[in-house]
């Protein structure tokens, strides 16, 4: 499985902005997409996620702000984040993994995923 992020940018609290990630290789019907972030010296955290049947989850600190969304034809990702603040700065990765499917009780976590983009940068400024 392969993963390219796009779309990370410099921009001030309040813009918007929307991230890309065309992914490859993924060969079971049943699988789940994920977005993540980190900033030096934290845990990576976990923003978006959306499995093969559409369901979504969000991180407790985005609802509301973003949305998370897959073009199946196109083979790509996508996070469109508004209201943007500052704390939403860090890097952005996009994860994926087969035969999983999301469950709202579970969530969703890093070590879900095996397959990882490099990520893209996104810094907020105030």
């Known amino acids: 499985v392969q993963l390219a992020e796009s779309g990370g940018d410099s921009v001030r609290a309040g813009e918007s902005l929307r991230l890309s990630c065309e992914f490859s290789g993924l060969t079971r019907h049943t699988y789940s997409l994920a977005w993540f972030r980190q900033v030096s010296g934290k845990e990576r955290e976990e923003v978006a996620a959306?499995?093969?049947?559409?369901?979504?989850l969000y991180g407790d600190s985005v609802k509301g702000r973003v949305t998370i969304s897959q073009d199946k034809a196109e083979n790509t990702l996508y996070l469109q984040m508004n209201s943007l603040k500052v704390e939403d700065s860090g890097m952005y990765y996009c994860?994926?993994?087969?035969?999983?499917?999301?469950?709202?009780?579970?969530?969703?976590?890093?070590?879900?995923?095996?397959?990882w983009g490099q990520g893209t940068q996104v810094t907020v400024s105030s």
């Open positions: 994860a994926a993994e087969n035969w999983l499917l999301l469950h709202a009780k579970s969530g969703f976590r890093p070590g879900d995923f095996q397959h």
């Open positions: 959306i499995d093969s049947d559409g369901r979504t």
